[in-house]
Each structure stands twice: as C-alpha cells, then as structure tokens.
C-alpha cells in the first residue's frame, strides 16, 4: 500500500522471460484523470475571468489559495527590494544558474539571416523576431519553484520578448516567495500575476484590467493548468498559441555494469520524490541477479533516508525495472518510451548518446546527475512528457520566437520562375494569380530597351 512501511522496490521484468506486450504494458504511463471532466470544470472558469476581469480573478485566489486578504492580482515592476529578501547563499545560487542558462540560450539565437538564391534572381530569405509578449506560468501548490521561473524566464529574456508576464498562485498570506520575485527581477518582467490555475491562464490569454495580454503561454502546471492552456489556444477569439502538452515528470535510466548502483539509485530517487504520479523506469543492461539487487538494495535504502519518503513510496509502487541482456534492445524500449529525462550510466555515454531518437533531454555518463539540468547547468528543464517528446522539443529558445519568410526578385528571376507559376495558377483556375505574373512580363516585353 502507499503508506505501508514494506520494502520500496520497483516491479521488476527480465525481457527475455516475457512477451514484448507485456513489457509495453509495464511501460504504459498511468492514465489520467479524464479530460472530460477537468475541461467541464475549467472551461466557466475561464469564461468568468474573459467577462469579469480582476474581480473574477481576485475571487478565484480567495477560493483556491485561500489568500483572502489579497485586494490586487497583480505586482508591476520595479518590484520592491522588501519582496525579495534572501540570503547570500540563494542569491549566488540563482545568480550562477541564471548566468548557465542565459549562456546556453544566447548560444541558440540565429545571428544571420537565412538566404539561398533558389533560381538566378530569385531570393528566398527567412529572418527571426521575438514573440512579443509571453505569459510564463510558474507552478505554486506547495512547492517553491524558482528554477522553473528562470527557466522560462531567461529564454524569453535572451530571445528579446517585450513584455514578460510572469504567474503563479500566492501563499496562503497573500505573498509570493522572494526567490520568485528575484527571478522576475532579473529577467525584466513587466508584471507578476498573483494566480495560479485557469484563472491565470485566462487572465493571460484574454487580458483583464491589470493583467497584459500575451500572445504564447508556457509553462508547466497540474491538470487544470494544462486544460486551460489547451481550451485558450484553441480558442480564435483569444489568439494565443501554448508551448507543449504536459504530464506527470518522468525519468528513464539505462544503466550497464559500469554503473554504481548508489549512483542509478539516487537518480530514480530524484524524480520519484516530484509526486507519487512520477515515472520511473530502470533498464539494466546485462546486469546479474547480484547487480540487479545492488541497485534495488540502494533504492530502498536511500529512500526510507528521504523527507518525502511517502511521495517516494506511491511513485515507485508504479515504476519498473526491466533487465535487458544488451545494450541495442535497451536503446529500443528507451526510443519507444521517449522519456522526459534520460540518463546513460553506461561506459562511453556518448558514443550511445548518438543512437537516442526521442527524449526530452540526455544526461551523459556517472558525473551528470539529472538534479544539475534541473537547476544549473544551463540545459532547459521545462520538457515534452507522456511521450510526447517523439514530436516536441523542450522549451527552448526557439520557443519564444518565430520566422519570417521573404522572397525577392529580379526582372530576370521572374522571367526565369514566371512560366512554372503561371501554369500552376491555370491547373488551379486562379486566374489572378496567373495574370499578376503575365501583366508584369508583359511590361517587360513593351518597354524593352526603355529602362
Ligand atoms: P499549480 O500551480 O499547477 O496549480 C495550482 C492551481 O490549481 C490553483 O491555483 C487552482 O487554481 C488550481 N486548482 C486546484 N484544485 C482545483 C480544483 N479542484 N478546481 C479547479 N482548480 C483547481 O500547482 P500544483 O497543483 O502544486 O501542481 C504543480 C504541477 O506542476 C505538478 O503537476 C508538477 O508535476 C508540475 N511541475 C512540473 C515541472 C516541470 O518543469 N515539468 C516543475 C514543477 C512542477
């Protein structure tokens, strides 16, 4: 049971004993609450907030957060030093995670303009701009998440965008923590929206009287966040796209005989301790009974050491460790799962990174725990969960801009193209569009020699 005091293990496949279903059935995400009902409970929510603004807005926090001595949604920058108190010790640690990710993302812009010469004197270009305004939700529940705001801040901050509104839900006092408000500092954030849930979502998507309106939200959130997030960009009259679907966080570590079982364990800990929703996945390449057990023998001891070793407990009960005997059907069952997080603690990490297909993001070899992605080291950790990241990227700097295509051409180059788009605008009978070409040449042909 979840709070029972027995051995914490993950259920526990050799591959070579079951059938492929079987596997595939142990690595099924759990199912989530149904869609159905979350959309019929956010969906008025949304509406009272696109009709009533702030008042909405505020009533919603009363509810939801209990901060019923809150009288505004909203802080506007400069924010007042009085919010942001922390220790030294806080301060240096965001400061050198903010510096790693700005690096990294300053790295992603697209100095040049793209240009290729498709035909003598057709010109094909295409250019980056900034996403003007975005909405960042910071997740707030019980946790305190400043990494997530530096996060989605930073990019934003790097690609050039605007206005940068940021979100999350109050304290129960009606305050936001301080390393929150130190982040939004620091990325220039025109405003804090104290909300969380679909009602920030919808305050961001619509505008209200002291909310600005954005044009992309992102950023993760449990499943009323996500509804919302998925209802306002599907809504045309809200004209506002989303960065990615999201669900429960997951990891998924290979581990060969290289591996130090106190190393493997600790990182499926890392992510078991997000919530008992988390997923887990172990797959040991080639281990003996004794290997096998020495990671499960860390698990559980390591586990029962931690805080939140209840969170820990409900995630593990639904997390599997499959033992492969080589590396290459390893690599399949990871490429078909496509996890969120994925680690190869495996010799020449990454000589095998080359062969990874789907993942969110990889971290490489026994010195990479997934703790220095989440915080530090620079990569982004706001990523495609659920499997998703078979077609989505993590949020990026990609994320907050978008491209414009140019042609240009010359006399000559429509001269050179002019005939193949004629006749494809006589096989569409648009016959407009064949004449903007034919009037045009047709000039060329009478005034010829003129200029
Ligand atoms: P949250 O900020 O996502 O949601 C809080 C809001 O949920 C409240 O403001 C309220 O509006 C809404 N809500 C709660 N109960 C409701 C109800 N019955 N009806 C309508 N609305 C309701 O905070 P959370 O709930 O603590 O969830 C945090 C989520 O973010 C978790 O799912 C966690 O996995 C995820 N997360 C992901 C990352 C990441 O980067 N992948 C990081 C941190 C957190």
């Known amino acids: 049971g979840l709070n029972g005091h027995g051995r914490i293990q993950m259920r526990r496949y050799v591959t070579k004993d079951e059938a492929p279903e079987t596997i595939l059935e142990a690595l099924k995400r759990p199912s989530q609450r149904s869609t159905d009902k979350i959309m019929a409970i956010v969906r008025p929510i949304i509406n009272d907030v696109r009709e009533q603004g702030d008042r909405a807005l505020l009533s919603y926090t009363h509810k939801f957060e209990k901060a019923t001595s809150l009288t505004s949604p909203v802080f506007k920058a400069p924010f007042p030093e009085s919010l942001m108190q922390l220790p030294p010790e806080t301060i240096e640690a965001i400061d050198i995670s903010f510096e790693n990710i700005r690096k990294f993302h300053a790295a992603q812009r697209e100095e040049k303009p793209l240009e290729v010469e498709t035909m003598p004197g057709v010109v094909c270009s295409r250019f980056v701009r900034p996403i003007e305004r975005v909405g960042l939700y910071v997740p707030g529940g019980t946790a305190v998440l400043p990494s997530t705001a530096l996060m989605l801040g930073v990019p934003a901050m790097v690609a050039g965008c605007k206005t940068i509104v940021l979100a999350s839900p109050p304290r129960a006092d009606g305050k936001l923590t301080p390393e929150i408000v130190y982040v939004a500092h620091k990325v220039g954030a025109e405003s804090i929206v104290l909300a969380g849930g679909a009602q920030a979502v919808a305050a961001m998507a619509h505008g209200t009287e002291s909310v600005s309106k954005v044009d992309k939200i992102l950023g993760p959130g449990n499943q009323f966040v996500t509804a919302a997030k998925m209802l306002v960009s599907n809504d045309t009259t809200a004209e506002v796209s989303i960065d990615m679907p999201a669900g429960p966080s997951e990891v998924l570590v290979i581990a060969d005989k290289t591996a130090l079982p106190a190393f493997v364990a600790s990182d499926l800990l890392s992510q078991a301790e997000h919530g008992v929703d988390s997923q887990v996945?172990?797959?040991?390449?080639?281990?003996?009974?004794?290997?096998?057990?020495?990671?499960?023998?860390?698990?559980?001891?390591?586990?029962?050491?931690?805080?939140?070793?209840?969170?820990?407990?409900?995630?593990?009960?639904?997390?599997?460790?499959?033992?492969?005997?080589?590396?290459?059907?390893?690599?399949?069952?990871?490429?078909?799962?496509?996890?969120?997080?994925?680690?190869?603690?495996?010799?020449?990490?990454?000589?095998?990174?080359?062969?990874?297909?789907?993942?969110?993001?990889?971290?490489?070899?026994?010195?990479?725990?997934?703790?220095?992605?989440?915080?530090?080291?620079?990569?982004?950790?706001?990523?495609?969960?659920?499997?998703?990241?078979?077609?989505?990227?993590?949020?990026?700097?990609?994320?907050?801009?978008?491209?414009?295509?140019?042609?240009?051409?010359?006399?000559?180059?429509?001269?050179?193209?002019?005939?193949?788009?004629?006749?494809?605008?006589?096989?569409?009978?648009?016959?407009?569009?064949?004449?903007?070409?034919?009037?045009?040449?047709?000039?060329?042909?009478?005034?010829?020699g003129r200029s």
């Open 281 to 448: 996945v172990c797959i040991a390449v080639d281990l003996s009974e004794q290997q096998v057990r020495a990671i499960e023998d860390e698990l559980h001891a390591q586990a029962t050491a931690l805080p939140r070793v209840d969170m820990v407990r409900g995630a593990i009960s639904h997390s599997v460790m499959l033992v492969t005997q080589t590396l290459d059907e390893a690599l399949e069952l990871s490429n078909a799962y496509a996890p969120e997080h994925l680690i190869l603690q495996v010799a020449d990490s990454i000589a095998v990174r080359e062969r990874i297909m789907n993942a969110g993001s990889v971290f490489c070899g026994p010195w990479t725990p997934e703790s220095v992605g989440d915080y530090s080291a620079g990569v982004n950790h706001s990523l495609p969960t659920y499997g998703y990241a078979k077609q989505y990227s993590g949020v990026n700097l990609g994320s907050y801009v978008k491209h414009i295509t140019s042609s240009h051409l010359t006399a000559e180059g429509l001269k050179n193209v002019g005939g193949a788009v004629m006749q494809l605008a006589k096989v569409e009978e648009l016959e407009a569009h064949r004449r903007a070409v034919e009037i045009r040449l047709k000039w060329m042909e009478d005034n010829k």
